[in-house]
């Protein structure tokens, strides 16, 4: 018998006043997992991963932790639980230095007081653990590039030593290279064993690094793919609602000049 998934949701609703935002979505998120989580704007992907942070509490259906029914209520429900997000704002301190921000309202303490030298080791530890490149601990995040920056918040989340982490469209507004190193981190997570929500727009992220592709459409569960096997035009049609789009017919054209 396979194990149970690390965290799944069933027949989830969410409303605000008159508006439905979520309706009967199932997921499940494996160990060693990618899920990407795709959709149209409006499609509810934003409201399912805050009701999975405790942000806003479902309003029916259940949410299941290896095997077991839980209730999340507010974020630290979901943090105690062992689940991290990372929004797109990030939340870091431009200010402050990689070590202060990891550790941000997680201070390591000795005798009552800040222990920076352990910090600063183990921060180290964790960005070489993750092969993360940047040119100290101690720069100020404000001198970090876009990706960097990223990284860093990612790293964050996993201070806590979290088993599940959600990260909001983490490639949004950086370059090939600054992508690259942000994927490479995503195989990572998914190499030590965590299950990783991936919200993107970009198919290219989520064919580089998604095990399984989850779409979201009008507030419901729209189809759940396997990447392998999945064409690219089958994830639009579903995002979509149509099969005949843009990309439907490009491929179409394609294939017709290729006879």
């Given at each position: 018998?396979?194990?149970?998934?690390?965290?799944?949701?069933?027949?989830?609703?969410?409303?605000?006043?008159?508006?439905?935002?979520?309706?009967?979505?199932?997921?499940?998120?494996?160990?060693?997992?990618?899920?990407?989580?795709?959709?149209?704007?409006?499609?509810?992907?934003?409201?399912?991963?805050?009701?999975?942070?405790?942000?806003?509490?479902?309003?029916?259906?259940?949410?299941?932790?290896?095997?077991?029914?839980?209730e999340?209520?507010?974020?630290?429900?979901?943090?105690?639980?062992?689940?991290?997000?990372?929004?797109?704002?990030?939340?870091?301190?431009?200010?402050?230095?990689?070590?202060?921000?990891?550790?941000?309202?997680?201070?390591?303490?000795?005798a009552?007081?800040?222990?920076?030298?352990?910090?600063?080791?183990?921060?180290?530890?964790?960005?070489?653990?993750?092969?993360?490149?940047?040119?100290?601990?101690?720069?100020?995040?404000?001198?970090?590039?876009?990706?960097?920056?990223?990284?860093?918040?990612?790293?964050?989340?996993?201070?806590?030593?979290?088993e599940?982490?959600i990260?909001?469209?983490?490639?949004?507004?950086?370059?090939?290279?600054?992508?690259?190193?942000?994927?490479?981190?995503?195989?990572?997570?998914?190499?030590?064993?965590?299950?990783?929500?991936?919200?993107?727009?970009?198919?290219?992220?989520?064919?580089?690094?998604?095990?399984?592709?989850?779409?979201?459409?009008?507030?419901?569960?729209?189809?759940?793919?396997?990447?392998?096997?999945?064409?690219?035009?089958?994830i639009?049609?579903?995002?979509?609602g149509?099969?005949?789009?843009?990309?439907?017919?490009?491929?179409?054209?394609?294939?017709?000049?290729?006879?």
């Amino acid at each position: 018998m396979s194990a149970p998934p690390v965290l799944a949701l069933r027949g989830v609703s969410k409303r605000f006043g008159a508006v439905q935002a979520l309706t009967d979505v199932h997921l499940e998120i494996h160990p060693g997992e990618v899920v990407a989580l795709v959709g149209d704007n409006g499609a509810g992907k934003s409201t399912l991963v805050k009701t999975i942070a405790g942000v806003h509490p479902i309003d029916e259906g259940a949410i299941e932790w290896k095997g077991r029914r839980t209730e999340i209520h507010k974020p630290h429900d979901s943090q105690q639980l062992g689940i991290a997000t990372v929004y797109q704002d990030l939340a870091l301190c431009d200010n402050l230095d990689v070590v202060a921000n990891l550790f941000l309202g997680s201070e390591l303490r000795r005798a009552g007081v800040i222990d920076e030298v352990a910090m600063e080791k183990r921060a180290q530890e964790l960005l070489d653990t993750l092969s993360i490149r940047i040119p100290s601990v101690r720069i100020p995040v404000a001198s970090l590039s876009g990706g960097q920056r990223q990284v860093v918040a990612i790293a964050r989340a996993l201070v806590g030593d979290p088993e599940v982490v959600i990260l909001d469209e983490p490639t949004a507004a950086l370059g090939v290279e600054q992508t690259a190193q942000v994927l490479d981190l995503v195989e990572r997570l998914r190499e030590r064993g965590l299950g990783v929500i991936l919200i993107s727009h970009n198919m290219a992220d989520v064919k580089a690094v998604a095990d399984t592709v989850a779409v979201l459409r009008l507030g419901r569960n729209n189809g759940v793919f396997p990447v392998r096997t999945t064409s690219h035009e089958d994830i639009i049609a579903a995002i979509t609602g149509a099969t005949d789009n843009a990309v439907t017919r490009r491929q179409a054209r394609t294939t017709e000049a290729g006879r």
